[in-house]
């Protein structure tokens, strides 16, 4: 017996912060031997191991001096502790100041930080930064095989026949989140060009909140298909190619504004955001933030000037007109 999808909505939260394999492994086989059911002690479980990492994460880099903030959220491609020391180390030398790098569960709640001036930075999503652009501050657009644009991508089963969008209706299909533009902005959008709703045209969705749980919830069959960031797909067939083989790629949108970097308006002239913009503006002409790229598979973060998300904002009004 597999997990229902009540099962994937429970568990999916945790698994940016624990290790998939152990915890999906854990999940399954109390499905399987509970009747599908998660229990209480598995979810405790791996909750306390989540604020254990968090934990860790918020630990001042240095003694003294205000705390730098700067939030990740799940299009982050991992919580490997080698990238988020180097990040964090990289971001303290360079500023001079304490940094905390803030990981939380979904695209809104680093949003909301970002908006209400309780974070100096974040890297986040096309989609909030259209959504919210009045308050806040472009600051870097990742470069990435030479370019600041990405694609989103539709994927499937490896070995499964299909080549569109048009071609998955009735699947039980995997979005990354509600406030994604590629893990789920881009799909909603197709659809409302065909007078569809995801849930009209799909059996069932469910949110995976990390496009690596959309290729990992994919790639074991807990969906039939998933909407994800064409860029964390692609570093992981490089990292994790045992991965990617068990998926396919079905679609691939047009290029699109890579997720930026921003400030919050209200931050534009402190001492935080020149030494934020320059660290980051600066970070591949430094040995260590080289390290942290070559780990994202990222050539640079370059200036925010040229960079384009009319897509985006027209995906948005698509959705909206729709109704």
């Keep these: 017996m597999g997990l229902t999808a009540n099962d994937i909505q429970l568990f999916i939260p945790v698994l940016f912060h624990t290790s998939f394999d152990t915890a999906f492994d854990t999940a399954f086989d109390t499905a399987s031997t509970r009747g599908g059911s998660m229990k209480r002690r598995v979810f405790l479980k791996h909750s306390l191991a989540l604020a254990s990492g968090l934990g860790a994460l918020s630990a001042p880099a240095l003694a003294q001096g205000p705390a730098l903030r700067f939030g990740l959220t799940p299009v982050f491609l991992s919580n490997d502790l080698s990238l988020l020391n180097g ?93 994604s533009n590629s893990g789920y902005l881009v799909t909603t959008a197709l659809l409302a060009e065909r007078n569809m709703r995801p849930d009209d045209y799909f059996r069932k969705t469910f949110f995976a909140y990390g496009h690596r749980n959309v290729v990992r919830a994919v790639a074991s069959k807990l969906a039939q298909s998933g909407s994800v960031d064409g860029y964390v797909w692609e570093v992981l067939s490089q990292i994790e190619p045992e991965l990617t083989a068990k998926t396919t790629v079905i679609s691939k949108s047009d290029w699109l504004g890579f997720p930026p970097i921003a400030a ?59 109704g």
């Design 87 to 179: 990040l964090e180390e990289y971001f303290s030398n360079a500023t001079g100041s304490r940094v905390e790098l803030i990981q939380k569960r979904t695209y809104q709640e680093i949003t909301t930080l970002l908006v209400a001036g309780r974070l100096d930075a974040a890297w986040i999503c096309g989609y909030p930064f259209i959504r919210f652009q009045d308050a806040l501050e472009l600051l870097s657009v990742p470069v990435w095989r030479g370019r600041p644009r990405y694609q989103a991508y539709l994927i499937g089963a490896a070995g499964r026949d299909a080549s569109s969008i048009d071609d998955l209706a009735g699947d039980l299909h995997c979005f990354s989140d509600p406030d």
């Design 264 to 322: 919050p308006k209200a931050a534009v002239g402190t001492p935080h955001f020149a030494a934020i913009r320059n660290a980051i503006l600066n970070m591949h002409l430094d040995p260590l933030g080289k390290q942290v790229l070559d780990l994202l598979k990222l050539d640079s973060f370059g200036p925010p000037e040229g960079t384009d998300f009319a897509k985006i904002a027209g995906f948005m009004k698509k959705v909206r007109d729709f």
